[in-house]
Every structure is written in C-alpha cells, then in structure tokens.
C-alpha cells in the first residue's frame, strides 16, 4: 500500500508554524502497511450533547495527514461491485482534527484520488483555523448507513449509494467527489420538511452559536471554496453538511 506522509506544525513552543500550502509536498514516504485489513462495524453511538462553548486543549496543535491507496476488503459496506469507480481511484485520508472536547483527535475518511491532496489542505486548514470535527470515520464503521452516520455527527465521505429519493441515481459520494462535515450540526434540510438527521432539528436555527457550525464566510465554506468545492448550505433546500467537486 502506497502512503504519503504530510505534517505541519501549528502551535510549538519555539517553533515557527508551517503554511498550509506546504502540504502540496510529501514530507516522506512512508512503506506500505502490514495491517490492512477491513475497517470494524461498530454500533453508532448517541448524539453527542454539545457545550455551548468547546473546551481549550492545553496540548500543542499539531496537524499531520497521510493518504493511502485501498483495497476492497478495506471498505466491505460501502464498496461493492457495481460502483461507480474502483477502489484504487479512492484514498484514505488519516487526518489529526480539532474535536469538539478541544483535544487533538485522528480521523480517517476516504475520498476520490483526484481530490486527495487538496482534501487534505483544507482539513488542515480548518485544524490552523480552530474549526472542531466531533467525529471522522468511513461510513464502513456504521456498516455503510448513512442514517446512523449522521446520528453520530460523523464526517464521511465516500459512500457508493445513490441520491435519497431517487433510485438509480448516483450520489456524489458515490465518485468520492462529496463530504458531509459534522452532520448532525449540520442538517440537511429537504424540500418535504424532513430534517436528516431527525435528531439534527435541534440545530436548525442557524444564528445560535454551537461547536462545529457551517454558516456563510465560515472557515469550511471558504477553505473548501478555495478547491472550488460548493457548500449545498447555498441550495434552496440547504443542506449544511455537504460540500462537493461539482455542486452536486
């Protein structure tokens, strides 16, 4: 398995922090993994009561990121014969991220290899720019269900299933081209009134203050904009969660 190695110090004391940019670079080369095997199914946890105002970590801010090449038996539920694309046109993401308890947290989400090292500019940015991830992991750990990724406030991206509502249609998470960002915080609102996840109703109102809130000029809307990714809190039925390469 291929990895590229990506660092960038934010916070040390005594040491200067590293642009974001620098990141277009590897840093090393790492050698492939002996330990790729299928990522575990696990049970979704609750919804996460979150603080009106997330901790501050005392730790030192460190960003690092590698991206990885894949097999099938690494995604068994969200790939499956019959996608879209191959799993060697998909990445693993491994992202340190902000969590909304202000610790540093690593994170791992698959995404299509023509947007890999971009992806990973921007997650480091928002790390740079103190914007809280409460969770990151492939959809595969929730045994592919959207529904109970949502729940759990899970960052995604890559999932072959197709558009809600409109069967044979193919989701842009299906190309790897899409990511949900804190969906619980993040709701999708659709046109029928329904709010995805339900449990996400609380978070509506998009003027009071909470952890990990995608809102217009925010550090996701621009980071995302500047690889020309779209933000469908912009649709007329927003859905605040979703970035993606086509606006899709």
């Known amino acids: 398995m291929q990895i590229r190695h990506f660092l960038l110090t934010i916070v040390l004391t005594g040491c200067a922090a590293v642009p974001a940019a ?3 670079t590897p840093v090393a080369t790492a050698p492939p993994s002996s330990n790729s095997g299928a990522l575990p199914a696990a049970t979704a946890p609750a919804p996460t009561s979150v603080p009106a105002t997330p901790p501050t970590s005392t730790r030192p801010a460190v960003f690092s990121g590698t991206v990885e090449t894949l097999t099938p ?3 068994p539920d969200s790939w499956r014969e019959g996608c879209p694309l191959s799993t060697d046109q998909l990445r693993l993401l491994r992202i340190s ?15 299509n ?5 971009a992806v990973l500019g921007v997650f480091a940015t928002l ?24 729940a759990a406030n899970n960052t995604s991206g890559f999932n072959c299933r197709e ?20 969906p619980l915080t993040n709701p999708y609102l659709r046109a029928d009134g329904q709010v995805l996840p339900p449990q996400g109703e609380t978070f509506i109102d998009r003027n009071v203050p909470n952890p990990g809130l995608i809102t217009t000029g925010s ?27 086509n606006g899709n």
């Open 22 to 24: 620098s990141l277009s």
């Open 219 to 245: 550090a996701p809307v621009e980071a995302f904009a500047s690889i020309g990714w779209e933000w469908g809190g912009n649709w007329t039925n927003p859905d605040y969660q979703h970035f993606s390469a």
């Open 113 to 117: 290899a023509e947007h890999a090292d």
């Open 127 to 150: 790390f740079d720019a103190g914007f809280p991830i409460e969770r990151m992991d492939p959809v595969d750990v929730f045994d592919g269900n959207d529904d109970r990724s949502m």
């Open 163 to 182: 558009v809600a509502d409109r069967p044979g249609v193919w989701s842009q998470h299906a190309f790897g081209n899409a990511i949900d960002l804190n």
């Open 73 to 75: 038996e690494q995604l």
């Open 97 to 111: 991220h902000l969590g909304y308890d202000g610790e540093v947290h690593q994170g791992e989400l698959v995404i």
